[in-house]
Antibody
Framework: EVQLVESGGGLVQPGGSLRLSCGAS????????MNWVRQAPGKGLEWISY????????YYADSVKGRFTISRDNAKNSLYLQMNSLRAEDTAVYYC??????????WGQGTLVTVSS | QSVLTQPPSASGTPGQRVTISCSGS????????VNWYQQLPGTAPKLLIY???QRPSGVPDRFSGSTSGTSASLAISGLQSEDEADYYC???????????FGGGTKLTVL
């Protein structure tokens, strides 16, 4: 069974940092491109970052470029998102998502990040 | 403001057919396939339609997708109460080099 489990969310002060993790099981992580998508409270979905299966290509939304870094460790079946210089507007549920396009789309249950003093 | 434009809401009665539109541009829907996701209240999004008009196994054939030019549509026939959810379209944008979502459509079954 395919499973994606996010962790690392929590309460952080503005300007602070947080590292999210996403553990994958039930499939070969290296065969899939992965993404982070967030959803602010009561709002829609916002794609924020993509990484190719081998980890050689990364893309970011303008809203997080220069502050967030996506990475992966296929040997550990894990995806990461390093978030620095956090702002109040980064408050959201963060989802890791396998292959937003094509037939492989699958999402974890999400982890809540709250940026507040 | 989302790059892909969806109506914020849609509604129908049980058994009816409803259609949700998703409007984009030549950089996204006009040149790349569209996926649709269903998000039931309090849950993570689930793949509903991929490659514009394909259904994953387990998705009822009441759900169908189509595209025309720079627009896509999701149709739900034989509407059921359990279809009440938020629906999102998504496509790769060649100009932005990233995925772009529609703002989401909240479907209410009256």
């Amino acid at each position: 069974e395919v499973q994606l489990v996010e962790s690392g969310g929590g309460l952080v002060q503005p300007g602070g940092s947080l590292r999210l993790s996403c553990g994958a099981s039930g499939f070969t992580l290296s065969s899939y491109n992965m993404n982070w998508v967030r959803q602010a409270p009561g709002k829609g979905l916002e794609w924020i970052s993509y990484i190719s299966g081998g980890g050689y290509s990364m893309y970011y939304a303008d809203s997080v470029k220069g502050r967030f870094t996506i990475s992966r460790d296929n040997a550990k079946n894990s995806l990461y998102l390093q978030m620095n210089s956090l702002r109040a507007e980064d408050t959201a549920v963060y989802y890791c998502a396998r292959e937003l396009g094509g037939r492989g789309g699958y999402w974890g249950q999400g982890t809540l990040v709250t940026v507040s003093s | 403001q989302s790059v892909l434009t969806q109506p914020p809401s849609a509604s129908g009665t049980p058994g009816q057919r409803v259609t949700i539109s998703c409007s984009g541009s030549s950089a996204n829907i006009g040149s790349n396939p569209v996926n649709w996701y269903q998000q039931l209240p309090g849950t993570a999004p689930k793949l509903l339609i991929y490659s514009s008009n394909q259904r994953p196994s387990g998705v009822p054939d009441r759900f169908s997708g189509s595209t025309s030019g720079t627009s896509a549509s999701l149709a739900i026939s034989g509407l059921q109460s359990e279809d009440e959810a938020d629906y999102y379209c998504v496509a790769w944008d060649d100009r932005l080099n990233g995925w772009v979502f529609g703002g989401g459509t909240k479907l209410t079954v009256l």
